[in-house]
């Protein structure tokens, strides 16, 4: 049986190893307590009771398969065993050294349920066998349990208890340090990662992502049979603009040029990127090109509706931009390289033509 449960830490990772490898070792044990009981030394006292902890081990364990509840899991396995040994203690008494099974008890309770749980379900079993051991002095080993060896049992079992909370307790301190430690390394990593993806001025993503995306955003599309739409957008005029202006100013001017694009193409699929200086391109995936044609055009009106001032332009007192766009089926035989050719092949046309305008390629519709 394979148990596909998920795990955030080395602690959750560890009771469930535990919890199921008990539950399966205590199937196989208790059916075969109840064989060698039943056939061989002809006990049947205690034939009933490696039954049903078996079948409530079979039950516990398809329960956890069904459900992924290792916390009650594991709940459920240890009070089978707590009350297999109460009973298993009641029916024999302490011979053939049958007290020493229940030092597995605060061991299992305690690694499968955490230190506070594993603490109550230790006092709680030792209460009750305490009581009962007291209560059979001078009767267990045919009057041979005496008060001494009470004394010596309980001693004994309390310092396993106290020991077992105390290592649990600085092994859950220990990985909640370490979960910090790797929270704190992820976070490192998911900036670097950021960093290496993302322009630093503009907050688009970068040349380097744009080369990273294009090939799953292709597959995306034929899984998908969209079409999938790439343009290419330059600003008008943009080293003028510097002149003019400065190239502080023209960096605020880039950001919320990119900031605009961002805000109008804003579907998880579509992409935009910064491919450097003041030219941006964007990917968009859809079923309907025509649509996305009329949507990626719209974008010059945008821009030049921002009014942000711009005296050296030839065209236009505000700054504006230029765009090629480029759209391709799934199902035509073209590359990436193509894609790139055609709409840069467009925008080439429609600075031709003016500029502040889209020229939608008609080379691969």
């Known amino acids: 049986m394979t148990l596909n449960i998920s795990y955030q830490d080395n602690i959750s990772y560890r009771r469930i190893i535990l919890v199921t490898s008990t539950m399966l070792v205590t199937i196989l044990a208790f059916f075969s307590f109840g064989i060698i009981n039943l056939f061989i030394v002809n006990d049947a006292q205690v034939v009933p009771l490696?039954?049903?902890?078996?079948?409530?081990?079979?039950?516990?364990?398809?329960?956890?398969?069904?459900?992924?509840?290792?916390?009650?899991?594991?709940?459920?396995?240890?009070?089978?065993?707590?009350?297999?040994?109460?009973?298993?203690?009641?029916?024999?008494?302490?011979?053939?050294?049958?007290?020493?099974?229940?030092?597995?008890?605060?061991?299992?309770?305690?690694?499968?349920?955490?230190?506070?749980?594993?603490?109550?379900?230790?006092?709680?079993?030792?209460?009750?066998?305490?009581?009962?051991?007291?209560?059979?002095?001078?009767?267990?080993?045919n009057g041979e349990w005496l008060f001494q060896d009470w004394i010596r049992f309980t001693f004994a079992s309390t310092v396993l208890v106290i020991a077992m909370y105390l290592n649990e307790s600085a092994q859950e301190e220990s990985d909640s340090k370490l979960q910090v430690i790797r929270a704190r390394e992820q976070r490192y990593i998911d900036t670097l990662r950021?960093?290496?993806?993302?322009d630093e001025?503009?907050?688009?993503?970068?040349?380097?992502y744009y080369n990273e995306m294009i090939p799953k955003l292709m597959n995306l599309a034929k899984r998908n049979n969209h079409y999938i739409t790439f343009f290419i957008l330059d600003i008008d005029y943009f080293k003028n603009y510097n002149d003019e202006y400065g190239h502080i100013k023209g960096d605020e001017t880039l950001k919320l040029v990119a900031k605009t694009i961002q805000e109008h193409i804003h579907r998880g699929d579509d992409f935009v990127f910064r491919l450097g200086g003041e030219e941006f391109a964007g990917i968009i995936i859809s079923d309907n090109y025509e649509k996305t044609h009329a949507w990626v055009m719209n974008l010059c009106k945008i821009i030049e509706d921002l009014q942000i001032e711009h005296s050296a332009s030839k065209i236009s007192q505000y700054v504006t931009a230029s765009i090629g766009v480029a759209t391709i089926s799934h199902a035509k035989d073209h590359t990436m390289d193509h894609l790139y050719s055609f709409a840069d092949k467009a925008l080439y046309e429609a600075k031709n033509k003016g500029r502040n305008r889209s020229e939608l390629s008609l080379q691969c519709n």
Do not use: C
């Open 50 to 141: 490696d039954f049903s902890a078996a079948i409530l081990s079979v039950l516990a364990l398809l329960h956890l398969e069904k459900y992924k509840n290792i916390a009650f899991a594991a709940k459920l396995a240890t009070l089978n065993i707590m009350f297999f040994l109460l009973f298993f203690i009641y029916t024999v008494g302490s011979s053939h050294f049958s007290m020493i099974w229940t030092i597995f008890l605060p061991i299992f309770a305690t690694l499968a349920n955490g230190k506070k749980a594993g603490l109550i379900f230790s006092l709680v079993f030792y209460s009750l066998l305490f009581t009962l051991a007291y209560q059979n002095i001078g009767i267990w080993q």
């Open 194 to 198: 950021e960093i290496s993806i993302k």
């Open 201 to 208: 001025l503009t907050g688009l993503y970068n040349r380097h």
